[in-house]
């Protein structure tokens, strides 16, 4: 299943972004959904995912109470909304799936992660 990010862009700290996930075709709310990001000269780190249908989140400690991440299945697409943005969080966004029904969470590894899109840039100034 390929994925299409999108939303990112330049803001300064203080800032806001929404990232969008979209899986077009698919019955993606069957589907766990994940961000991940990689800034320059760094591993790439689990951000935030959510389960099939939407009931449960999870996200990296560094952002909760910022970002929020959500799902509209009638859209086959995911949001990923980034608040109060710090410089610490520029990097490359990637959205990911895997088939969730009857599943445990994949996990914050992204290699148990088996669809992805390409990503989408976000560069935050202080």
């Known amino acids: 299943v390929q994925l299409q990010a999108s939303g990112g862009g330049s803001v300064q700290a203080g800032g806001s972004l929404r990232l969008s996930c979209v899986a077009p075709g698919r019955s993606f709310s069957l589907y766990y959904v994940g961000w991940f990001r990689q800034a320059p000269g760094k591993e790439r780190e689990f951000v935030a995912a959510i389960s099939p249908f939407g009931s449960i989140t999870y996200y990296q400690d560094s952002v909760k109470g910022r970002f929020t991440i959500s799902r509209d299945n009638a859209k086959n697409t995911v949001f990923l909304q980034m608040n109060s943005l710090k410089p610490e969080d520029t990097a490359i966004y990637y959205c990911?799936?895997?088939?969730?029904?009857?599943?445990?969470?994949?996990?914050?590894?992204?290699?148990?992660?088996?669809?992805w899109g390409q990503g989408t840039l976000v560069t935050v100034s202080s």
């Open positions: 990911v799936s895997r088939y969730g029904v009857g599943r445990d969470f994949p996990g914050r590894t992204i290699d148990n992660f088996n669809n």
